[in-house]
């Protein structure tokens, strides 16, 4: 069942949003080599707890952290360790969700860190432009595949894959709710888009093949080629004025 959201609903949704965007500007700032991703989740925790708000993410299925840090050839849901230090040319994926009053918020930015090659910078790039370009199709009346061929058409010409066993999702009271949003798929196929669905779209783009398998933390999924893949995420919601992006 989609829950639609009524306009006040939706404002609680964006007050989720920005404090998950206040959130990445400033693990934006601490992304270098030399942190752990232990002290990126402790930052982003204390911060989120002085807001007022809680970690969507800490405890939700038994997940041990506030943040997803995903490094390089890791996909999604890289388990942050003291242990684990951001090297210079490291791919960083951060993926993070907030609850404000019952609300959910839900993004993720990828990252570059120090000197990073051009081949990385371009997967990143690559895969925000395709997030953006999916954005432009949310609007009331086109399809949930006009969603996923925006991303899929976008990339796959660079010579890039698109993830297939992790999606996007709708969210609102609940961290995942429906509709399912692949990162693929044919344009005028699906469900139709209405006014007040919110949507957290979540490109996650490979270098290499589209394969991918979970690691024995039970977390942490990798591309099974080792090449490096890039993670964008915005929660969306779709009005009758058009997309609003709402982190």
């Given amino acids: 069942m989609i829950h639609l959201k009524s306009p006040d609903e939706i404002e609680r949704l964006f007050e989720a ?5 206040q959130v990445h500007d400033e693990l934006e700032k601490l992304v ?35 943040l997803c840090v995903s490094i390089n050839h890791e996909v999604v849901h890289g388990i942050p360790s003291p242990k684990r ?3 210079d040319g490291d791919l960083v994926s951060i993926d993070l969700g907030v609850i404000i009053g019952g609300w959910f918020g839900d993004a993720a930015r990828t990252h570059l860190a120090g000197n990073a090659s051009a081949d990385m910078k371009k997967l990143s790039d690559a895969t925000r432009d395709s997030l953006m370009k999916a954005v432009t199709v949310m609007l009331p009346g ?29 969210i609102g009271r609940a961290m995942h709710e429906d509709p399912q949003i ?11 888009l209405k006014e007040g669905m919110v949507l ?7 270098a290499g093949t589209w394969e991918v398998k979970v690691l024995r933390d039970g977390w942490t999924v990798v591309t099974r080629d080792q090449k ?4 964008w995420e915005h929660t969306v919601a779709i009005t009758k004025d058009g997309p609003r992006v709402l982190t």
């Fill in 182 to 192: 692949p990162n693929y798929g044919q344009p005028g196929t699906g469900i139709r």
């Fill in 17 to 21: 949003g920005q404090l998950v965007k």
């Fill in 200 to 206: 957290a779209v979540e490109p996650m783009v490979n």
């Fill in 85 to 87: 230090k951001i090297k």
């Fill in 228 to 231: 490096p893949s890039a993670h």
């Fill in 32 to 66: 270098a080599p030399g942190i752990s991703t232990a002290e990126l989740d402790a930052f982003a925790e204390a911060l989120i707890l002085k807001n007022k708000a809680q970690p969507a993410f800490k405890g939700y299925h038994g997940y041990p952290a506030t």
């Fill in 142 to 170: 086109n399809r949930l595949g006009d969603i996923g061929h925006a991303v899929q058409s976008t990339v796959e010409p660079l010579g890039y894959s698109v993830v297939r066993d992790f999606v996007g999702h709708g």
